[in-house]
């Protein structure tokens, strides 16, 4: 990633907590006063499809405007980012932001757009913990003996993912990196696939997010010998995080708010604002709960920093071990 586009958009994010007392926008005419669109570049009925439809009801009830969800596959979430940023930046496009957004910046070398400094943060929306699965014939019980064990048998252990850049293959590829194995990549067209064929021991480790695999680790189809994240699960109290072992190990799938740039800032300050109460209400935080999610209560440089942050890591992951798009 190019230093400048970093600190554009820092810059960018810096930019609501900026704004003047006195705003002619915001004397002129009131935000919003017709519906408001939040594209989102993932399939229906996903937990994040799921969230972002809770905060979308939630806008709309605080706002007086319907905020309404418009879902545009493809690309691993390039086509809705694209959408956002050919909008006008008046606040009635809001965009859906993913992991991927940080991990396309490098995996794609033709992009239509520079995420960076194309999308203006508004506000974090949740993190989801991805957990280290192992299919029960794997000798291991804990991260270092799987180590171990993978060392003693090079090249002999598979991780399937939900395809080639996705957050499930950079998790294991960091992995590869962090702990000096080389287990082999099994991409599958989306997760559930790489799931059915870890339970059928046609690999034998999967980085999965939480929500998606809970009920297969309840029922012993699989092993959880770790979460992701920096803090222990609630979901998962007694299972350690990889970084006990690999100290500075931090993987997870998150969401947030974006619009295009040049947006004004008091838009972006009042979504920002709502969102954030939202995430507090207890309804919502009781919902991401149920679905093994956290908060992000941040503001918009923060979010835009997580965001900066994210995308030079995994340019260092994607670059480290050649990952190309399929």
Do not use: C
Request: glycine share 8%; charged share 15%.
């Amino acid at each position: 990633m190019k230093l400048p586009h970093r600190r554009q958009f820092l810059h960018l994010a810096a930019g609501a907590a900026a704004l003047p007392t006195f705003s002619r926008i915001a004397r002129a005419q009131p935000y919003p006063t017709r519906p408001v669109r939040i594209v989102v570049g993932l399939a229906p009925g996903g937990a994040a499809d799921i969230l972002a439809r809770l905060m979308a009801q939630w806008l709309s009830e605080r706002l007086g405007q319907q905020f309404v969800v418009e879902n545009r596959t493809g690309a691993a979430g390039n086509i809705a980012t694209e959408t956002v940023v050919r909008a006008p930046p008046d606040g009635y496009t809001l965009l859906l932001v993913l992991t991927a957004n940080t991990i396309n910046a490098t995996l794609y070398e033709k992009l239509n757009f520079n995420f960076l400094s194309d999308i203006a943060p508004v506000a974090g929306l949740f993190r989801v913990p991805h957990v280290m699965l192992v299919h029960p014939s794997v000798p291991a019980n804990t991260v270092p003996e799987f180590i171990t064990y993978a060392k003693r048998n090079p090249a002999k252990l598979s991780f399937g993912s939900a395809g080639n850049g996705s957050t499930m293959h950079v998790a294991g590829a960091l992995f590869n990196t962090m702990a000096s194995i080389n287990m082999l990549h099994v991409p599958y067209r989306g997760g559930p696939p790489a799931l059915t064929d870890l339970i059928g021991g046609q690999v034998q480790v999967l980085f999965s997010t939480l929500p998606d695999t809970i009920e297969t680790i309840k029922g012993g189809k699989v092993r959880a010998l770790a979460v992701t994240t920096v803090t222990r699960s609630g979901v998962l109290p007694d299972t350690p995080t990889v970084g006990e072992f690999l100290p500075g190990y931090a993987v997870s799938t998150w969401n947030g708010l974006g619009v295009p740039r040049n947006t004004p800032v008091e838009i972006v300050a009042q979504l920002n604002r709502e969102i954030n109460e939202g995430l507090a209400d207890p309804k919502i935080k009781a919902r991401l709960a149920d679905l093994g999610a956290a908060p992000m209560v941040l503001t918009p440089s923060e979010f835009g920093k997580l965001v900066a942050d994210e995308t030079e890591k995994w340019a260092k992951v994607i670059r480290a071990a050649n990952i190309k798009v399929e």
